[in-house]
């Protein structure tokens, strides 16, 4: 069974530090690996993905992430984190396939990014 | 948040009413997903809908009843709720299947949210 690890519930960072969102995930076969980021009361929102190709992959408000295969990561990152970050972070994983049927889309507990002015 | 409506933004029932939770995706997606978000609590998936046909049941108790009547809507009938029963109802909608030269990476794009709190 396929499944989606954030080690951290909670994740504090001094504005304009790097920030690191961790994630590891386990599924047959190659990922597709999701970030989203959820505001208070709000729904989720994607940041970014992977599904083949380069390693790191760039997002929407200046996140990244490294996809890690021989470790199976895919920590979220920013190079200077702002106020605004503030938020609650889910990774999601599924099965790669080109072969149609359904695929089934885990997603993590959530980490809460905490931003200190 | 455009792309994937939900109505009511609140709702406050009791626990005899019958209501009724409302999602459109204006993305031409062919998937649709309710999920329930408590607080301290993972995302629970309840219910997908692929193609109009349900893939998903988790075990969802019969007091919630899905309906999609076609690729753009996806309506969450609810009724005899429990206290428990409070959480932020949130739907998503996503491209599951794509053509073989072109495959479908399956990103899901959320609506807002319909707070639900059973009194």
């Known amino acids: 069974a396929q499944s989606v690890a954030q080690p951290e519930d909670q994740v504090n960072v001094a504005e304009g530090n790097p920030l690191t969102v961790k994630c590891t995930y386990s599924v047959s076969g190659n990922p597709y690996l999701f970030w989203y980021v959820q505001y208070p009361n709000r729904g989720l929102q994607f940041l970014l993905k992977?599904?083949?190709?380069?390693?790191l992959v760039k997002g929407s408000y200046g996140f990244e992430a490294e996809f890690n295969k021989s470790q199976t990561s895919f920590h979220l990152k920013k190079p200077s984190a702002l106020v605004s970050d503030s938020a609650l972070y889910f990774c999601?994983?599924?099965?790669?396939?080109?072969?149609?049927?359904?695929?089934?889309?885990?997603f993590g507990t959530g980490t809460k990014l905490q931003v200190i002015p | 948040e455009t792309g994937v409506t939900q109505t009511p933004r609140h709702l406050v029932m009791g626990m005899t009413n019958k209501k009724s939770l409302k999602c459109e995706q204006h993305l031409g997606h062919n998937a649709m997903y309710w999920y329930k978000q408590s607080a301290k609590k993972p995302l629970e998936l309840m219910f997908v809908y692929s193609l109009e046909e349900r893939v998903e049941n988790n075990s969802v108790p019969s007091r919630f009843s899905p309906e999609c009547p076609n690729s753009s809507h996806l309506f969450l009938h609810l009724h005899t709720l429990q206290p428990e029963d409070s959480a932020l109802y949130l739907c998503?909608?996503?491209?599951?299947?794509?053509?073989?030269?072109?495959?479908?990476?399956?990103?899901?794009?959320f609506g807002p949210g319909t707070r639900l709190t059973v009194l």
């Open positions: 999601a994983v599924r099965a790669g396939s080109n072969s149609g049927g359904y695929q089934k889309v885990t």
């Open positions: 998503a909608s996503s491209q599951k299947f794509g053509l073989a030269e072109n495959p479908s990476t399956d990103t899901q794009y």
């Open positions: 992977y599904i083949t190709g380069d390693n």
